[in-house]
């Protein structure tokens, strides 16, 4: 999967001139947290709620209710965004993008093609597929399973499920608890809790946890 196929598209910008308190009111209405910062067709910066929330003038404590909402009104994007901007292109495989997101901290890269901006991909679209790859959305038999860390033990494990009349409709996998084994979580639809377990108990190492959810 690349980050092309799941990005957010078209993507909400704002400009350098706008002022803070406008973009928050831009981000609220769309109920986003962060926004690239385009002047003249160019992505200049990124900008975040946080970033514009933590704005705010140092003499604004010693003026009146009245004075402060003219004051922040005079605190530009530019002022507050972040100028180095990590993206990513349209081919770039998503645990990539998860990596560069999770190295430097970030919750959202832009993601251009020939150059220019294309779609964003955020902390919420990576939470999106998470939820996919786990199955989170279908009821089913889940069981988190350690086993050996060797070829063949998820073929194993498939070609048990699918002689009992099951479908695995999920599957991550995980580091284990050292080196010699792998952490499974399955999502299986057609067996019972009870036929599923009895089944896999014998192939590997060890049933972490299993319920029907």
Known sequence: MLAGERMSHPVITVSPNTPVTQALRLM??????RMPVVDK?????????????NA???????????????LLDK???????????????VD??????????????????????????????TDSSLLRIF????????????????????PGEIAKLGQAIYSLGGNIIALGTFAGEDPSTSELTLKVVGPSLQEVEQLLRP?????KDIRFC
Request: charged fraction near 25%; proline fraction near 4%.
């Open 203 to 207: 192939l590997v190492v060890q049933i």
């Open 92 to 121: 770039t495989p998503l645990e990539e993008a998860a990596r560069i997101m999770a190295d430097h901290k970030v919750g959202g890269l832009p993601v251009l093609q020939d150059g220019k901006m294309v779609g964003i991909i």
């Open 131 to 150: 939820l996919e790859m786990l199955g989170a959305r279908e009821l089913g038999v889940r069981i988190n399973v350690l086993v050996k860390n060797q």
């Open 56 to 70: 705010s003038p140092s003499q604004a404590t010693t003026l009146s209710v009245w004075e402060i909402p003219e």
């Open 28 to 33: 609220k209405s769309e109920h986003i947290r």
């Open 75 to 89: 605190i530009k994007v530019r002022d507050v965004m972040s100028r180095e901007v990590l993206t990513v292109s």
């Open 41 to 53: 067709g160019k992505l200049t910066g990124m900008v975040s709620e946080k970033d514009m929330l």
